[in-house]
């Protein structure tokens, strides 16, 4: 089993719609969450951290759930530019990990 | 301000050929990453550095693949021989941690895409 699980979609979403997805993590011991937004044939650029909390930038909304091992990435009023690949990172006891992605196809 | 900086971007060769990456992390970074991605595997963490020693290598696929990093503002990635397999992109990533990994954000560079022929 991978340590870091997403849904590879992808997710076509209407623009203006509002999408959501997320993504598992087996190690216990992950203490930092990340998501990352790959453009196609791009780099991994970081969108947001994720708190215990919970926590929005802009129309973003980030989710951890420790009891059951997931994070959420939530996206209001879908964009166009929205259209990328969103990785999730688990980060703890020295180990890191990156989910494969999330692809999201945002449609006009 | 200059971010990570790979090299070649583009690399094609045959198999049974060396191939060296090059990465040069941000300035006062003390990690350094190095990735494999492709569509099958994802973003697979190969390697990574803390104030230029060797942390975690055990994503390495065999021992054909080694890395080093002789100082803070340089490190390499080599394959040799290279197979058709090896064929990727192949990312460097930089933190700083100040020691510790946890809670910090990597930049990453902008990769290089390696066929093995």
């Known amino acids: 089993r991978k340590e870091v699980e997403q849904d590879p979609g992808p997710f076509n979403v209407p623009e203006g719609a509002t999408v959501a997805f997320n993504c598992t993590y087996s190690n216990s011991a992950s203490q930092s969450f990340f998501w990352y937004r790959q453009d196609c044939r791009k780099e991994p650029k970081l969108l947001m951290s994720?708190?215990?909390s919970g926590n929005e930038d802009g129309r973003f909304t980030a989710q951890l759930n420790r009891a059951s091992q997931y994070i959420s990435l939530l996206i209001r009023d879908s964009k166009l530019s929205d259209s990328a690949t969103y990785l999730c990172?688990?980060?703890?006891?020295?180990?890191?990990?990156f989910g494969k992605g999330n692809q999201v196809v945002v449609i006009p | 301000d200059a971010g990570v900086i790979q090299s070649p971007r583009h690399e094609v060769t045959e198999m049974g050929q060396e191939v060296t990456l090059r990465c040069k992390p941000i300035s006062g970074h003390d990690y350094l990453f190095w990735y494999r991605q492709t569509m099958m595997r994802g973003l697979e963490l190969l390697i990574y550095f803390n104030n230029n020693v060797p942390i975690d290598d055990s994503g390495m696929p065999e021992d054909r693949f080694s890395a080093k990093m002789p100082n803070a503002s340089f490190s390499t990635l080599k394959i040799q021989p290279s197979e058709p397999r090896d064929s990727a992109v192949y990312f460097c990533?930089?933190?700083?941690?100040?020691?510790?990994?946890?809670?910090?954000?990597?930049?990453f560079g902008d990769g290089t895409r390696l066929s093995i022929l």
């Open positions: 990172v688990a980060l703890g006891d020295g180990r890191l990990a």
């Open positions: 990533a930089s933190s700083s941690g100040g020691g510790e990994l946890v809670n910090q954000p990597q930049h």
């Open positions: 994720v708190y215990s």
